[in-house]
T-cell receptor, first 114, second 112 residues
């Protein structure tokens, strides 16, 4: 069974500093995708970044990068130069390409301190 | 409007009543999903659909029914609502197996 684990219920970071949000996953499927979503207090789910299991390089999208360590089954999100607007819940998710289910972790609440 | 929309946004219902949450997407995405979001549990998959007339159970399907007669619609029905089904429900869609899912705004359901 697939599983996503986010071990940090809450994190604090100083404005303009970088922060890493942890995510580990468990799958026996060789082909899968990893995603990060942001959920601000307004409630909508915002897609941030995607990493495919066969991608050789770590994905980057602006200030977001995904630190993908396949052997360790980890897909940590790195946010550089944190901004006050980054305060939100962050969810890691995995999609296996055969079963088509989309699994989410329990989320990490990030607070950016001015 | 283009995108994925859920209705209603808020709903209060009584225990035992049937209630249907609607989800409509305008992209003709193949895949659609229903999740519930509860504190401490993240998002849990209730049902998903790979195409019209194809649906499958997720992690927490008990007490829910779905249908998908048209690609763009994926309604979720609570057959006999219980207080444990009080939650925020999200519908999502994605084009194929390799792309991100887009989410609706969510429906906050309270069962009293």
């Amino acid at each position: 069974a697939q599983k996503i684990t986010q071990t940090q219920p809450g994190m604090f970071v100083q404005e303009k500093e970088a922060v890493t949000l942890d995510c580990t996953y468990d799958t026996s499927d060789p082909s899968y995708g990893l995603f990060w979503y942001k959920q601000p207090s307004s409630g909508e789910m915002i897609f941030l970044i995607y990493q495919g299991s066969y991608d050789q390089q770590n994905a980057t999208e602006g200030r977001y990068s995904l630190n993908f360590q396949k052997a360790r089954k980890s897909a940590n999100l790195v946010i550089s130069a944190s901004q006050l607007g980054d305060s939100a819940m962050y969810f890691c998710a995995m999609r296996d390409f055969t079963g088509n289910q989309f699994y989410f972790g329990t989320g990490t609440s990030l607070t950016v301190i001015p | 409007d283009a995108g994925i929309t859920q209705s209603p946004r808020y709903k209060i219902t009584e225990t035992g009543r049937q209630v249907t949450l609607m989800c409509h997407q305008t992209w003709s995405h193949s895949y659609m999903f229903w999740y519930r979001q509860d504190l401490g549990h993240g998002l849990r998959l209730i049902y998903y659909s790979a195409a019209a007339d194809i649906t499958d159970k997720g992690e927490v399907p008990d007490g829910y029914v779905v249908s998908r007669s048209k690609t763009e619609n994926f309604p979720l029905t609570l057959e006999s609502a219980t207080r444990s089904q009080t939650s925020v429900y999200f519908c999502a869609s994605c084009r194929d197996s390799f792309t991100e899912a887009f989410f609706g705004q969510g429906t906050r359901l309270t069962v009293v």
